[in-house]
């Protein structure tokens, strides 16, 4: 009984669970890579035939940075939402698996949309994965401020988080819908959704929930 | 002697195993996502296509979710079984060496069966995998109970801990064994088997041997 | 408003920041072996064949070989500026974010350079890719010693750090104009570039700052 | 000066250089799982054509096995190494990145001598890697026993060490002569070559150096 106590009182060390979600969010961000291709050249030395083999790359090379950024931008929230908490237990530790599995699974949307920038269905998938993604850290962060979070932290709530939070999955969805109708206007709305959020929100008595919220 | 004696004394420090350990589980587990392949469409705006060229992977998108949330539930008994060792030996660090070979492999029955999901032996062999793997965790158990435990926890143990974790092994088997029969089948025992043990049982008295089991 | 600040005095933890960064290094630097390709052979015991395959493909290996000894480069350089911060704020994630970008980046024209090595303009790119590289190493190295650096390091400071740190950008850029008139000089340009650096220049009055440049 | 001799004097934090170092071995190991390819089957319901598949695919397995033990055998004796290291300097450094070049280039030879088994020079490469990789160890090694070594521990060297050392090495470059002979041969000295230094030698006055050996 004790023994079980030790662990539910926070004996699951964050150090191995930031390794371990560290290391997934190294290995997805860096993965994306694999998915710029070297064009194929007739004649290696032809250099017009790189260059145009390259531009047409453009889609590739722009959901690659977008995909960067916003797995980033969530490796930045994660880190940041942990500062919160004052022990890890079984429930956190499933949420959190779930929510890397999430951040695992960016490179292949990345590569469908790098692939088929035209394509309504990929584009719109694309944002709807950044929508699950930032839905998956709400609950995650949800988890935590309810039953994880250090007192002398929980004051700082702020009791409208959760609607300044569901902003970040809104902006994804309604990129989601654009890539139905004109896919340019989804690609600017997804790289322009995590500017919102780069830095919390200085000069607020209450930044700790609306600094992690997507 | 008295360097050779610090070594067997636990001077082989855990956080060297631990950061090779998560590295080789966050790597492989992200590394599955390589097998999920972007439909080839002739017409790259087809929506229609591209939407049947994903239906028609949603084996690969299962076997990769089973293959994911087994992998964080072997990460996470693993997590828990070194809380319980006062140290580590050569002993311990290569039966975890063969235990992450184990861990390391799993994307490669990962990719066979997402290939030919209707295969009864690649359906059969997935679970062969996990039910190996879980035998080597529980070697690794047994090595850490047996050898290295912390004597304040000595006196926690099941004595029908070994008992109760060859369950673990066994359904695997028999989703194996069912894949020669009916291949959904197997894949829901697969599926499964890890939620029955998402959690330490609670409420008992000597969970600690329960906890880690598969 | 308390919290707030505890994230602007350096509540984001280095151990994290380290862990993620080392991480995209170290998985950017060995994903560089999936370039070497094993060469293609008709009669799969034809030594001389293997051998010829082999050679063909070395511009694939001193690319590789280029490309390992420069991120190796810039971890050290790394690891030797995050000594001298006293703590990380948003500012410093984010240009550490994109400096990480540029180095996962790496595999990308080191693969298309092994593949096209008398192409002027994949060796061209392969030269600015390490030069943006470089420059933003130097944007991010500007940041802490203005920002955030230790107050008992700040005295150190030499006023020409900047004007010698450009040598390793503009030596990358030569290179890169060099392979427009004859590609292997750029290589040997791009090979001694990082060899001019690999220790802090000994018996200066000022090393901080030297030793960190490119 | 003061800075300068703060690093020379160990400031180079052996905890970047253990992370970085831990995640080249983890991703250098797993990436060899992505050489075991799944066959490609006609009918994919054919049990017999995947069996003869994954039969054929024996020499990639045993590559991998191979490859596997000994990377991980290499992350122990380095990890026993560090130990007796009393800080780290460029030089130190500088050897350990190419000691990892060394690493993270086995999945290479791992993937031509599983694809090409029969083939001497491929089999012979696959032993000259690891005598090498042994050589820049041994090299490493010599550097923290001259100039890095804990004082108390420097007592415990063995003067034999050295050529005890070299029984590796050539070990290996005896397999890589007994390719161009008959090429199980070289398989079965390959893996057992390790085998041979599992556990460092009990029973010793002077294991110190002893144990690290490959």
Redesign the interface.
């Known amino acids: 009984?004790?023994?079980?106590h030790r662990?539910t009182q926070g004996?699951?060390?964050f150090?191995?669970?930031?390794?371990?979600s560290?290391?997934?969010?190294?290995?997805?961000?860096?993965?994306?890579?694999?998915d710029?291709k070297?064009p194929a050249?007739d004649d290696?030395?032809?250099?017009g035939a790189?260059?145009r083999g390259l531009v047409e790359q453009l889609s590739r090379f722009l959901s690659w940075?977008i995909s960067?950024?916003i797995v980033?931008k969530f490796?930045?929230n994660h880190?940041?939402l942990l500062?919160f908490a004052r022990h890890a237990d079984?429930g956190f530790?499933?949420l959190n698996?779930i929510f890397?599995?999430g951040q695992?699974?960016i490179?292949?949307p990345t590569?469908?949309v790098g692939?088929?920038p035209?394509?309504?269905?990929?584009v719109s998938l694309f944002g709807c994965v950044f929508a699950i993604n930032t839905l998956l850290f709400l609950l995650l962060q949800a988890y935590v401020v309810k039953r994880l979070i250090k007192p002398e932290?929980a004051a700082?709530q702020d009791p409208d988080a959760l609607v300044k939070a569901l902003v970040g999955p809104l902006s994804y969805l309604a990129g989601a819908v654009a890539a139905w109708f004109y896919t340019p206007a989804a690609f600017i709305i997804y790289a322009l959704t995590p500017l919102f959020y780069?830095?919390?929100r200085?000069g607020?008595?209450k930044?700790?929930s609306g600094?992690v919220v997507e």
């Open positions: 009984m004790r023994l079980f662990f004996e699951l060390h150090g191995r669970i930031e390794a371990f560290d290391g997934i969010f190294a290995v997805a961000v860096t993965l994306l890579v694999l710029l070297v050249l290696h030395a032809d250099v790189l260059a940075l960067f950024i980033c490796w930045l880190h940041y500062g079984y530790v499933w698996a890397l599995m695992s699974f490179p292949f590569a469908m692939e088929y035209g394509n309504s269905l990929a932290l700082l780069i830095t919390p200085q607020r008595a930044p700790a600094a």
